[in-house]
T-cell receptor
């Protein structure tokens, strides 16, 4: 199994809603990543978890709250989002964190629309 | 954080080789050089990565300059399925893989 599975594939939410994005991998990887991608732009790194601990937070607003309950699962909790947060949210995993991550495996993304 | 510079776009004929350059003049000694590609409506896909020596795999070759300030991704025989945005990325000390603008590769039959 070399897949990173993201759910849901599409999410529409209002600015007062609370929702979560989920990412799962069963490759035994110990590093997991959240990226945000706007249309026709490159992915922007948001968070990196290494061995279930948050190792990188790229100054992401607190309305995005990551969680790594175990080594296979990564969540992104969303609260009080703005319309400009509408984007494709990509999850990725790698064997390890640090400089020598090896290959990153990406999911197909969750497309979020904030009304 | 070290940055990369790539041309905005490159065009190639099918069955011809494609050489994609990447400049990373501020690379540090521990930065790995990664290449990913992204097709429309898909997540990025790993292509290749290396530290100092040239690397080959089934998808491509990576040629790294001796001073490591630049690298070149080589697709040996472009196919229509290789049309994508190709990103050159440095790993950073903590695995902070940040994407740059990338190169749009167009393959014409």
């Amino acid at each position: 199994d070399t897949e990173v599975t993201q759910t849901p594939k599409h999410l529409v939410m209002g600015m007062t809603n609370k929702k979560s994005l989920k990412c799962e991998q069963h490759m035994g990887h110990r590093a997991m990543y959240w990226y945000k991608q706007k249309a026709k732009k490159p992915p922007e790194l948001m968070f990196v978890y290494s061995y279930e601990k948050l190792s990188i937070n790229e100054s992401v607003p607190s309305r995005f709250s990551p969680e790594c309950p175990n080594s296979s699962l990564l969540n992104l909790h969303l609260h009080a989002l703005q319309p400009e947060d509408s984007a494709l949210y990509l999850c990725a995993s790698s064997h390890r964190g640090g400089a020598n991550t090896g290959e990153l495996f990406f999911g197909e993304g969750s497309r979020l629309t904030v009304l | 954080d070290a940055k990369t510079t790539q041309p905005n776009s490159m065009e190639s004929n099918e069955e011809e080789p494609v050489h994609l350059p990447c400049n990373h003049s501020t690379i540090s000694g521990t930065d790995y050089i990664h290449w990913y590609r992204q097709l429309p409506s898909q997540g990025p896909e790993y292509v290749i990565h290396g530290l100092t020596s040239n690397v080959n795999n089934r998808m491509a070759s990576l040629a790294i300059a001796e001073d490591r300030k630049s690298s070149t991704l080589i697709l040996h025989r472009a196919t229509l399925r290789d049309a994508a945005v190709y990103y050159c990325i440095l790993s950073g000390s903590w695995g902070k893989l940040q994407f740059g603008a990338g190169t749009q590769v167009v393959v014409t039959p």
